[in-house]
């Protein structure tokens, strides 16, 4: 079995490894704020889960370092059997960015078959390295929305903040109190 990392999503017998600076934004998402238990990620997987779609959302991709002084020198690993156990809601993030990314493809019945015909094949790899770029985006926006340079105290406050400004940003159906806001963060 091959365990070593690729820059698209393969989750087929292999870990996945944040380097570099996205290694110590994941690792900052997944400490505990309070010295304790309490924790805005309980682990990696959950960071990688919501990273794309934050990532496609705000229209941020980053490229994988591991450049000194870009962060911390050892990886931070979701194993595969983790990236196995989420299959489905890796498929189900990867085809909603592929099927409304419409801006490396125009034509929509292509952006379909790339969703449901062709990813993990040789046709996606391109698809997958820009999945792994909105993955690598969106930890980005995660780190400096809610850690940036403040305080632990301040997590979720900022956790707040970047539910609010989400919410502005990119409306749902259902109107959400500043009051259910915070009963979600408890």
């Known amino acids: 079995m091959d365990n070593t990392s690729k820059e698209y999503i393969d ?5 996945y490894l ?4 996205h ?12 010295g304790g238990e309490k924790k805005l ?6 960071v990688y889960i919501i990273a794309p779609l934050v990532g496609f959302l705000y229209k941020r991709k ?8 870009e962060g911390t020198e050892t990886p931070v690993t979701i194993n595969a059997t983790q990236m ?26 292509r952006r379909q078959d790339k969703a449901f015909r062709e990813y993990f094949s040789e046709k996606s790899k391109d698809d997958e390295m820009l999945f792994n770029e909105y993955v690598l985006g969106g930890v980005e926006i995660l780190h400096e929305k809610i850690i940036g ?14 539910l609010h400004d989400f919410e502005l940003e990119f409306p749902l159906k259902e109107n959400w109190s500043d ?3 915070l009963e979600l963060a408890k």
């Open 11 to 15: 989750f087929r017998e292999r870990d």
């Open 18 to 21: 944040f380097y570099g600076k």
């Open 23 to 34: 290694a110590k934004m994941v690792k900052d998402l997944v400490h505990s704020f309070d």
């Open 41 to 46: 990620f309980q682990y990696n997987k959950d």
């Open 62 to 69: 980053a490229k994988s370092t591991s450049k000194k002084g």
């Open 84 to 109: 196995l156990g989420m299959k489905e809601d890796i498929l189900f993030a990867y085809r909603l960015i592929i099927l409304s990314d419409n801006r490396n493809e125009p034509d929509f019945l």
């Open 149 to 162: 340079d403040l305080k632990e105290e301040s997590y979720v406050e900022n956790l707040y903040d970047f």
């Open 179 to 181: 009051e259910k806001v």
